[in-house]
């Protein structure tokens, strides 16, 4: 796959230079019929695109394909790859790779014991909902989750403007 994708740059307020330590993710945008794809967090209420932390040895295709069966159960299969998000925060920089996707089977989730906690659940969401839930991040007190809100709603917004 091409790494010639766009890279966006997100600071936090309290970002010091140089980052210590990096975190490198992998999102999918799976869009069909209007909706998008997300992973609902029903217990506390959160909403993002599927995806999480690249393992050892992992490649990025290999795991946007892991994290979208753990998370959703939906077997995906990926389209291209869209954007990247450096976001740096304090001493860390948190890098997500973002890929277009689409389903091409369904099996069961495989949810570590946080995400049981947090009561993840695959939903379908109205794409103009999505960006509306994600526009909302400069009303989060949380920063984290705020930059999470704006990644995504940066990232959407993009992608909405690139399908005109």
Known sequence: ?????????Q???NYTLPPMFSRIGC???IVANGKILLSHEVNTGVYLSPGGGLEAGETNEDCVIREVLEETGYRARILYPFVKVNEYFYDRVFVSNYFVCEIV???NQSLT???ILHGVEPE??????ALAIF????????????AQYKREFTVLSRFKDDKK
């Open 113 to 115: 014991e946080t995400e």
């Open 1 to 9: 796959m091409s790494n010639n994708i766009e890279t966006i740059n």
């Open 11 to 13: 600071y936090g307020k």
């Open 124 to 129: 379908w969401v109205d794409f103009e909902k």
């Open 105 to 107: 089977g369904k099996e």
């Open 27 to 29: 999102r999918a945008i």
């Open 135 to 146: 526009g909302s991040y400069e009303s989060i007190a949380d920063e984290e989750l705020a």
